[in-house]
């Protein structure tokens, strides 16, 4: 069942997309503050808005998953420069996001950058910016695949951890470490990750009038979240529910499924008052 529906899921994608070209990324809302940088330093960076975006929509990220079009919304706030090996180096925090429940926000950007550069990724030699931008271009492709496949985006998330470890050996190491506690963090708390991916599967079914099957991946999507609940934070599960909140009570409450509404009601203790309302 597994893979015939996240079989369907794809083919519904390429047919969707089939007139435009194939990316991993759609549109890309890139946002500059630099109001802390000197005029001449804001001069330098100044082609940087539209080389990010190029640089996510021109690179074919994945063979397999075609077409995903994933929205990006990039806010890009400079902090200052520094001197580097006689290199001025621009510092930034960054804050990156599908739109959805994925979302990060990373302090600690360190990297060389001159008017009318060009931002590239070579998967062999670091470089500090298109490294960074390649990292979470990775990182949130691997938690779309993990909504098409079981573990899916597992190999998305190899990518990423051999883009850190060259980071960490590198003269740019600044925040890489962080990246990699990142990593572990998303990675392992496997709760979430079949939570999520039982959500979709589960949507799937209801849309298709299969509520016995969608019952089923409902139930394993609350053994994920409780499992979060349990032994991990609970911050990245609660932006997965703000995205999702509508869509999901909606479907529960058609079905009938008080005792699921009345357990998400516990653990988004915010927003308990939605899922009793959907309560028959």
Known sequence: FYLLVSYMRLLLTMILYSSILFGQFGKIDVKIDDRLLRNSEKQKVASIKGEVSRFFSKHNWNEEFQSLKIPLHISIAFQGTAQKGGMETFHAQVLISDGMDLRYFDKSLQFYYNAGSSIYFDPVIF????????????????????????????????????????????????????????LKEVTENKGLREARFAYYVAMDYFKQGKPDEALEEFKLMVEGFQVVFRQFPTGRTLYFLDAHRSELVKALGVMGQNRILNQLADMDQAHKDIYLKAIR
Do not use: C
Not at 127 to 133: A, D, I, N, Y
Not at 146 to 167: C, H, K, P, W
């Open 127 to 182: 470089e500090p910016l298109g490294s960074f931008f390649a990292f979470y271009a990775y990182f949130i492709l691997a938690g779309h695949m993990d909504t098409y496949d079981y573990y899916g985006g597992n190999l998305a998330y190899d990518q990423s951890r051999e883009i850190v470890l060259r980071g960490i050996a590198s003269d740019y190491s600044k925040g890489w470490s962080t990246r990699m506690q990142l």
